[in-house]
């Protein structure tokens, strides 16, 4: 007769341990960055809309007017300083590890 197959119970390892920090990816958050660029914009319009000027506008219309130019802008900004940030720590990843990191090759090797 045959005996009974026992079933191995996984060896439980402390996540700490289990954990390959090299492998971990630390991507910025993009829109933590677009917040930033985007108060950057608004004070630097609560500056620009104090100045003295012969506009015939109020500073509260003008503070808004500049701002929506300026908030655009610095959203765009910090995007793009996010954007920047992230394959900056994307290829030294690379380097570090010594292999790209492209999610198209992890799929590769789930296949």
């Known amino acids: 007769m ?3 197959e026992s079933k191995a119970e996984p060896e439980e390892v402390p996540v700490a ?3 390959d920090r090299r ?4 991507a910025p958050r993009y829109g933590r960055f677009i917040l930033v660029g985007i108060l950057l914009g608004a004070l630097a ?3 620009l809309s104090g100045m003295p000027g012969s ?6 219309d003008l503070f808004w007017l500049i701002f929506l130019g300026l908030g655009f802008f610095g959203g765009l900004l910090g995007a793009a300083v996010a ?3 992230d394959r900056v720590s994307l290829s030294s990843r690379e380097h570090r590890i010594g292999r790209p990191a492209a999610g198209s090759q992890r799929n590769e090797e789930e296949s």
């Open 2 to 4: 045959t005996q009974p």
């Open 45 to 47: 319009s609560l500056v």
């Open 17 to 19: 341990k289990a954990l």
């Open 55 to 60: 506009s015939g506008l109020s500073r509260n």
């Open 83 to 85: 954007l920047l940030v």
């Open 23 to 26: 492998r971990m990816r630390r």
